[in-house]
C-alpha cells in the first residue's frame, strides 16, 4: 500500500531527502529511547570513531532487524512502505544502527554519501535508502545531520580513508558547497529524515548539554542485491509489522531488546576496503 503521495516521491527524487514529522509517537519514540539507553548489549557492542578533534563518535550496528523494539522500528508498515515507493521496489534490511552522540563529547561525522561506503559491497546501484529516526531532538548545538540539497545528482564521489573516518574527495565536496544548499536537518523526537544512498551529509560534534541519540534503518531494493557477500545481507524477505506491533513489544521487558549486534572492529570493510 502507497504511503507516499507522487508529490512527496518527486520531492525526494528532486531533493535527495525527505522529511516525515511526528512518524512516531511520544510513547513510541521514549520506549524506543529507553530501551537503548538501558540496554548493556548496545553499550558494550558500540564502536569508536574518532573525528580528528579529540572527541569519539560511538555507534552500535546490526545486521538483521531481529524481533524486538529496534526490529520493530525497522520492519513498521509505515517506515518500510514509505520505502518502498521511493525505491520503487520491494525493500529488505542492509542494516541498522544506532547513533550514540552523548553531550559535550559526541564527536563529528566527516563530510560522505553512503553509497560511498557500500559500493565497495558489490551494490551496483545506489537504489537504497536510510531512514534516520530521532530518538532525541536533533538541534545545531548537538550536531543535527547536515546534507546538502540535490547532491544525490552529482552521482557517486570517491572516499578516502583519513584516521577512522572515510570521507568524500573534499575538493569536490567544497565545489559541491559552493553551489549547492546546505540543510541543517533539526528535528523532534520521533521524526523521521529519509535520505538517498548518494546525498552528501556529515554532522558535527556535541557541544552542548543534551545528547542526540539516533536510529538509522538502512534499506535495500530487491533487484539491486549484491553481486558478492560481504559483511552486510544480500537479499533477505523482509516481514514487514503493523503500526501496534511496536508498541506490543516495546512494552514486554522478555522481547523488547531482542538483536544480535555486530563487532564493527572486525567485520565492518566497507570503510577500510578504502584507500587512504
Given at each position: 500500500m502507497a504511503e507516499l503521495s507522487a508529490s512527496r516521491i518527486a520531492e525526494y527524487q528532486e531533493n535527495g531527502y525527505l522529511f516525515e514529522r511526528e512518524l512516531f509517537?511520544?510513547?513510541?519514540i521514549e520506549t524506543l529511547a529507553n530501551t537503548a539507553r538501558n540496554d548493556h548489549a548496545m553499550d558494550q557492542a558500540a564502536a569508536s570513531r574518532d573525528d580528528g578533534e579529540g572527541n569519539a563518535v560511538r555507534?552500535?550496528?546490526?545486521?538483521?532487524?531481529?524481533d524486538g523494539i529496534y526490529g520493530m522500528f525497522a520492519r513498521c508498515e509505515r517506515v518500510v512502505n514509505r520505502v518502498e515507493d521511493l525505491l520503487d521496489d520491494e525493500a529488505y534490511h542492509y542494516h541498522s544502527k544506532m547513533?550514540?552522540?552523548?553531550?559535550?563529547?559526541?564527536?563529528?561525522?566527516?563530510?560522505?554519501q553512503d553509497y560511498g561506503y557500500w559500493y565497495q559491497n558489490g551494490v551496483l546501484s545506489p537504489n537504497l535508502c536510510s531512514v534516520m529516526i530521532a530518538v532525541d531532538d536533533a538541534t545545531v548545538e548537538n550536531g543535527c545531520l547536515q546534507v546538502l540539497k540535490k547532491s544525490h545528482h552529482l552521482g557517486r564521489i570517491n572516499h578516502i580513508l583519513t584516521g577512522d573516518q572515510a570521507?568524500?574527495?573534499?575538493?569536490?565536496?567544497?565545489?559541491?558547497?559552493?553551489?549547492?544548499?546546505?540543510?541543517?536537518?533539526e528535528m523532534k523526537a520521533g521524526d523521521a529524515l529519509f535520505f538517498?544512498?548518494?546525498t552528501l551529509h556529515c554532522s558535527a560534534a556535541n557541544r552542548s548539554e543534551h545528547p542526540r541519540w539516533s536510529l538509522i534503518c538502512c534499506y535495500n531494493a530487491k533487484s539491486n542485491n549484491p553481486y558478492k557477500e560481504s559483511h552486510h545481507p544480500c537479499y533477505t524477505k523482509l516481514h514487514k509489522v503493523s503500526e501496534e506491533e511496536v508498541l506490543?513489544?516495546?512494552?514486554?521487558?522478555?522481547?523488547?531488546?531482542?538483536v544480535a549486534f555486530a563487532n564493527l572492529t572486525k567485520e565492518d570493510q566497507s570503510a577500510d576496503s578504502l584507500e587512504r
Open positions: 509517537s511520544k510513547e513510541e555507534l552500535s550496528l546490526w545486521n538483521h532487524p531481529g547513533i550514540l552522540k552523548d553531550a559535550r563529547t559526541g564527536g563529528a561525522w566527516a563530510w560522505h570521507g568524500a574527495d573534499m575538493e569536490r565536496v567544497e565545489e559541491a558547497r559552493k553551489r549547492l544548499e546546505l540543510v541543517h536537518c538517498h544512498s548518494n506490543k513489544v516495546g512494552r514486554s521487558d522478555a522481547r523488547k531488546s531482542e
